[in-house]
């Protein structure tokens, strides 16, 4: 099973800064990694995905980098705002078969954006 | 487009109680999930259906955790009976056919506390 590593488990930002979520993952067989942010009382939403033949992308002020042979990707928030303040969740798809589209997660990062 | 839809929002129950969760995903996702998550943790898969059938249940605790998914569409997970540990969000999402991760949407969850 597609095991999903996240850190720092808690990160506190001024406004303006940057702020950087880190992911490890095991399994090779995938075709995208995606970024979810969960509000206190929400689902989590989709904020950013990458696919695996790309090194980085970029949304806005959001911005994956992938680094596939370390088996790492992260989550860089730039100008980081109070708004910004929530739970992000790296996670992994299934390789394939029944586990096509079932997302592993990681244990989550609560962010906090002081003004 | 209307989100994924659930209810109850929240819910408190006595263990040995038994309790039910309902979901209606997007109008034509033909998978539908339960995740659920634990305060502090990542959601975990509970199980997958494609239309209505069951794809993934491998780490549901069938011994108290039943779902289905009627028609391919609205779907109920069951706990009987509940155990302290059940105290979590349970979370169902819903996607297109093909899994792709931007449509990938969750409901906001029903909020489990076992007493």
């Known amino acids: 099973q597609q095991q999903v590593k996240q850190s720092p488990q808690s990160l506190i930002v001024q406004k303006g800064g940057i702020s950087i979520i880190n992911c490890a993952y095991e399994?090779?067989?995938?075709?995208?990694f995606p970024w979810y942010q969960q509000f206190p009382g929400k689902g989590p939403a989709l904020l950013i995905a990458?696919?695996?033949?790309?090194s980085e992308k970029k949304e806005g002020r959001f911005t994956i980098s992938f680094n596939k042979s370390a088996k790492q990707f992260s989550l860089h928030i730039m100008d980081s705002q109070p708004g910004d303040s929530a739970t992000y969740f790296c996670?992994?798809?299934?390789?394939?078969?029944?586990?096509?589209?079932?997302?592993?997660f990681g244990q989550g990062t609560i962010l906090t954006v002081h003004p | 487009e209307a989100g994924v839809a659930q209810s109850p929002r929240y819910k408190i129950i006595e263990k040995r109680q038994s309790v039910a969760f309902w979901c209606n995903p997007i109008?034509?996702?033909?998978?539908l999930y339960w995740y659920q998550q634990i305060l502090g943790q990542g959601p975990k898969l509970l199980i997958q259906?494609?239309?209505?059938?069951?794809?993934?249940d491998s780490q549901l605790p069938k011994d108290r955790f039943s779902a289905e998914r009627l028609k391919g569409v609205d779907s109920t997970l069951k706990i009987q009976p509940a155990k302290l540990e059940d105290s979590a969000v349970y979370l169902c999402?819903?996607?297109?056919?093909?899994?792709?991760?931007?449509?990938?949407?969750f409901g906001s969850g029903t909020r489990l506390t076992v007493v």
């Open positions: 109008s034509g996702h033909a998978t």
């Open positions: 259906f494609q239309n209505n059938g069951v794809v993934d």
């Open positions: 999402a819903s996607s297109h056919p093909d899994g792709r991760v931007n449509g990938y949407t």
């Open positions: 990458i696919r695996p033949d790309v």
């Open positions: 399994n090779t067989a995938f075709d995208y």
């Open positions: 996670a992994a798809p299934g390789a394939g078969g029944t586990s096509y589209g079932k997302l592993t």
